[in-house]
Every structure is written in C-alpha cells, then in structure tokens.
C-alpha cells in the first residue's frame, strides 16, 4: 500500500472496475473544460479540485493505491495555499482552499485549527516526518528560510517519498518530469537574474546539476526566448509533456489514459488563469502562454 494514501481523503466505497471508469472518462473529457470559468482562475481551480475529487472517489482501490502520488503532488498547490492563509490568519480563505480538497483529516485538521503558525507547521512537520525523513524541522525552516523555504522544504520531501515508494514506471516518469519542471524554472531564474543557487538545485550532485544545465540549452535551441523569459520555458515545458502524456495515452493502457486526463484538465485550469490576466498582460502574451 503507498504511505501516500494515508495523507489524501479516505473514501469508503470500493470504487468502479478500470474499464467502466474509463468509459466514464471519456464522456467527461470535453465537459470539464465547459465547466472551467473561462479568465476566473480561482473558480476554475476549485472547479479542478472537485473533479480530481469525482474521480478519486469513482477509482477502485487498486487504482487510488497506485495513483495516490500523483493526486498528492496536485495537492500541493492547496498545502501551499492553506499555509499562506494560516500564515496570515485568513479564515476564510483557508476554509475555501480546503472545502474540497483532497488532503487527508489529519492534514486538515492540524491546517485549520486555532493556534500559532509556528506551532502550526511544526504538528505539520511531526506528521509527515513520519512518512519521509527530508521534511526537516518545518517551523525551523519557516524561521530561517520564510514560506518560501517551507514549500521548498515540502516538495523535495515529497520527492524523497516518491523514490523510497517506486511507483509503477508510468507514474514514476511522469512525476520525474514535474519535478524537473520545477528544478528547471528554479535553475532559468538563477541564470536570468544571476540569483545564488537555490536549495532546491544546490542540493543536488554536481552531475544532476550539469545535467539540467543540458536539458535547459536543449530547450533553448527550441526557443531562443526562454533565456530572457522563464515564463516561455514554463510554457514549453507544460506543452512537451502534455503532447508526450497525449501520445502514451494513444496507447490505450489505463494508467496512461489517467495521466493525460489528469494533466489536461490541470492545464485547462492553469490556462483560465492566464485568460484572467487579461487586463495587466497583452494579448500576444496570454496566446502565448496558453496550452490546452
């Protein structure tokens, strides 16, 4: 059983037969991006939260198990999210970023109960210490490093638990490349603004480090513009792997199929966003950035 489905909702019900559920899935493919409202980007990630929710629940448990890493990393963003209203003692937006959020009773409960933000995130850091050892000291990290360092800290100790838990490869790449994805952005905006190197890419080896620098020119060559502009590598990014999840799910196996539903309908969430920025953008940059 992955560790990581103790951290996420605990359904119930046996769920539906993988077939079944991706029949269902089909019919839903064009419905969710109807359903996102288009230039409202928090509406559109709630609206994104109760479908990864729908789906949670309509998986068996063979399925949850084997997914349970993936629903946890898009989890994240309302980890991140619900500490950053804890941190300012935002109620309401708290209760908002957790209504239906996939994060388990503990997790919530420790979010949203009434005390001090350090003593917040160190119950936080107790907890998830006991899944993984590189989560650290949190309310340490919160002192030295700000909220910045705590969602740093968060990510490359979920990082450590996905390697310790070997997913099936399907999994296992597809959470390889998101995690990149956030090394590579880190590593373009230490170039661009000649920034120290940040925690999360000076932690790693030297040969990762080379590695990455690598893949960063290969996407260069691609488009010169993300030198001077990560927000295009972004975008360049979240492109190749949806064309690549695409591609696999072609192949008809269920947990490629998954993958891809999952991404798109993340990415239709983060486009409605990038629709929202309208008034303060061009419309050149918003075509731009959008993917789905």
């Given at each position: 059983?992955?560790?990581?489905?103790?951290?996420?909702?605990?359904?119930?019900?046996?769920?539906?037969?993988?077939?079944?559920?991706?029949?269902?899935?089909?019919?839903?493919?064009e419905?969710?991006?109807?359903?996102?409202?288009?230039?409202?980007?928090?509406?559109?990630?709630?609206?994104?939260?109760?479908?990864?929710?729908?789906?949670?629940?309509?998986?068996?448990?063979?399925?949850?198990?084997?997914?349970?890493?993936?629903?946890?990393?898009?989890?994240?963003?309302?980890?991140?999210?619900?500490?950053?209203?804890?941190?300012?003692?935002?109620?309401?937006?708290?209760?908002?970023?957790?209504?239906?959020?996939?994060?388990?009773?503990?997790?919530?409960?420790?979010?949203?109960?009434?005390?001090?933000?350090?003593?917040?995130?160190?119950?936080?850091?107790?907890?998830?210490?006991?899944?993984?050892?590189?989560f650290?000291r949190?309310?340490?990290?919160?002192?030295?490093?700000?909220?910045?360092?705590?969602?740093?800290?968060?990510?490359?100790?979920?990082?450590?638990?996905?390697?310790?838990?070997?997913?099936?490869?399907a999994?296992?790449?597809?959470?390889?490349?998101?995690f990149?994805?956030?090394?590579?952005?880190?590593?373009?905006?230490?170039?661009?603004?000649?920034?120290?190197?940040?925690?999360?890419?000076?932690?790693?080896?030297?040969?990762?480090?080379?590695?990455?620098?690598?893949?960063?020119?290969?996407?260069?060559?691609?488009?010169?513009?993300?030198?001077?502009?990560?927000?295009?590598?972004?975008?360049?990014?979240?492109?190749?792997?949806?064309?690549?999840?695409?591609?696999r799910?072609?192949?008809?196996?269920?947990?490629?199929?998954?993958?891809?539903?999952?991404?798109?309908?993340?990415?239709?969430?983060?486009?409605?966003?990038?629709?929202?920025?309208?008034?303060?953008?061009?419309?050149?940059?918003?075509?731009?950035?959008?993917?789905?």
């Amino acid at each position: 059983m992955n560790r990581l489905l103790d951290l996420l909702a605990t359904v119930r019900q046996e769920g539906y037969p993988t077939d079944y559920l991706l029949a269902r899935l089909r019919a839903r493919t064009e419905g969710f991006a109807g359903r996102c409202p288009a230039g409202r980007g928090e509406e559109a990630w709630q609206e994104l939260q109760r479908e990864y929710g729908w789906l949670f629940r309509q998986m068996n448990v063979g399925l949850r198990n084997t997914l349970a890493p993936v629903f946890f990393y898009f989890e994240l963003r309302n980890l991140f999210a619900a500490l950053r209203f804890s941190a300012g003692a935002d109620r309401d937006g708290l209760s908002s970023t957790l209504s239906a959020s996939l994060l388990g009773r503990q997790l919530q409960l420790i979010l949203k109960k009434d005390q001090a933000f350090p003593a917040t995130l160190k119950e936080l850091g107790n907890v998830l210490g006991c899944y993984g050892e590189g989560f650290g000291r949190l309310d340490e990290v919160w002192r030295i490093g700000g909220l910045r360092g705590v969602e740093t800290s968060l990510l490359g100790g979920f990082m450590g638990i996905v390697q310790q838990e070997n997913p099936p490869p399907a999994v296992r790449d597809f959470l390889g490349r998101l995690f990149e994805r956030h090394n590579l952005l880190q590593l373009a905006k230490e170039q661009r603004w000649q920034l120290a190197d940040s925690p999360l890419t000076a932690d790693h080896p030297a040969l990762v480090r080379r590695r990455l620098k690598h893949a960063l020119e290969g996407f260069g060559r691609q488009d010169p513009g993300v030198a001077d502009d990560p927000t295009r590598l972004d975008t360049l990014l979240v492109r190749t792997l949806l064309r690549d999840c695409r591609r696999r799910a072609r192949s008809s196996r269920p947990l490629a199929i998954l993958l891809a539903y999952l991404y798109s309908c993340w990415l239709t969430a983060r486009d409605c966003g990038v629709r929202g920025l309208a008034p303060l953008v061009s419309e050149a940059r918003i075509e731009r950035e959008l993917v789905v």
